[in-house]
């Protein structure tokens, strides 16, 4: 079965959709079957991946308001073994449509159960928010990966996002585990950058991945041409940083 990790922080631009799309796409090239989920309306995923997000007819707020199964709303991407299940701005929308539904919380994990078995890896990217979607996504998650951008501010909300966590596993999801804290647009020339380093390490410890995340502009670039690192630059160092990302990831799952 396949495992389903959400990458989340309600903190805005910390890489979260970077993460997501990289991440999927070096598991992709490793041979692993991948589902991505955009969970987010501002449908970053979607589009650095290059689906047209104004062609979207069914995607996540379909699948959520469980007016399509997940199947139907799975596309494929040019990425190898790298589906996803795309959004739009549409999916502001169902934080207002759930509020009053029961089981309002459950709505994306009833939705996946039919298609876990397809995939060796769900990674969903969570919108910047610890509303009803990103709730979902967790509820749904065997685990998270929390980006921490290594800048000013970084452990600014993390409190209050374990704190979400927590209350998830006591109420919803008592499987729910913490994949790791992944330290993001590390600049190795900037004190500061080291320094959180050393301070997030120093308090989570074996909870932070190995792997660091380095700014690189290229990761920055390819988005906008609908590619992921590895199709836009294999060779550039972000490129590297996601493969071996990866390669943690599978190698503390097998
Ligand atoms: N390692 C990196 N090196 C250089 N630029 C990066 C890196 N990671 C992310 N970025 C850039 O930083 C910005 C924010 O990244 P990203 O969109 O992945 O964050 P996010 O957490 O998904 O944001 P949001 O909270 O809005 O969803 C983007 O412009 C992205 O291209
Ligand atoms: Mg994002």
Redesign the pocket.
């Known amino acids: 079965m396949g495992k389903i990790i959400a990458i989340a ?1 309600q ?10 799309i990289n991440l999927a796409a070096s598991l992709g090239v490793l041979e692993k079957k991948v589902l991505l989920i955009d969970a ?1 309306p ?1 449908a ?1 995923a979607s589009s650095g991946l290059g689906i047209d997000v104004d062609a979207v007819e069914g995607g996540t707020y379909h699948v959520l308001e469980h007016s399509i199964s997940a199947k139907d709303a799975i596309v494929k991407t040019s990425s190898p073994n790298v589906d996803i299940i795309p959004a739009n701005i549409d999916l502001v929308a169902i934080e207002i449509e759930l509020v009053d539904k029961e089981d309002r919380e459950y709505m994306l994990k009833k939705a996946l159960v039919n298609i876990t078995d397809d995939y060796d890896y769900i990674l969903i ?1 969570c ?2 928010s610890l509303g009803l979607i990103t709730l979902n996504s967790l509820v749904a998650a065997d685990s998270v990966i929390v ?1 921490i951008q290594c800048e000013y501010f970084a452990l600014e909300g993390l409190g209050k996002l374990l704190n979400t966590i927590k209350s998830i596993q006591n109420i919803h999801n008592t499987e729910l585990d913490i994949e790791g804290l992944l330290l ?3 600049d190795s020339r900037l004190r500061l950058s080291n320094q959180v380093v050393d301070e997030v390490r120093k308090h989570f410890h074996s909870m932070v991945f190995e792997t660091i ?5 290229r ?2 670039e390819a ?1 906008s041409f609908g590619e992921s690192i590895i199709a836009y630059d294999a060779t550039s160092k ?1 490129a590297i ?1 996601y493969l071996n990302l990866a390669q943690e990831l599978i190698k503390k799952n097998s």
């Open positions: 922080n903190k805005g631009g910390v890489g979260k959709t970077t993460t997501s987010d501002q970053n990217d919108a910047p980006p993001t647009m590390f995340i380095r700014r690189n502009t990761l920055g988005p972000g940083n």
